[in-house]
């Protein structure tokens, strides 16, 4: 019984840094959403809630992930599917998308 208290005690310290590091990491994923956004926002110069592949164009972050995010291969990244590819790789929902 004896051997098992400092496996419990480490146990109780960690839970909390458990939690910790759960919250980082979803603050992180929102603050990266919110950059995709911002991106997405900027590089749609006319406005129409899509972006072509030649609007990404110097880019290197959204060129790089253009054809993952463009779903239906329709050579336009739609508000939809940003939301999409935001939502699979960072499994939070895309803030002030609307």
């Avoid at 406005?47 to 463009?70: K, L, V, W």
């Amino acid at each position: 019984m004896k051997t098992l208290l400092p496996f419990a005690i480490a146990a109780a310290l960690l839970l909390p840094a458990a939690s910790f590091a759960a919250d980082a990491r979803t603050e992180y994923y929102e603050r990266n959403a919110s950059a995709d956004l911002a991106k997405f926002r900027a590089l749609d110069v006319n406005g129409h809630n899509a972006i072509t592949r030649e609007e990404t164009r110097g880019d290197i972050d959204f060129t790089s992930r253009f054809d993952d995010m463009d779903v239906n291969r329709d050579g336009v990244v739609t508000l939809d599917e940003l939301r999409g590819d935001v939502e699979r790789h960072y499994g939070v929902k895309l803030a002030g998308s609307q």
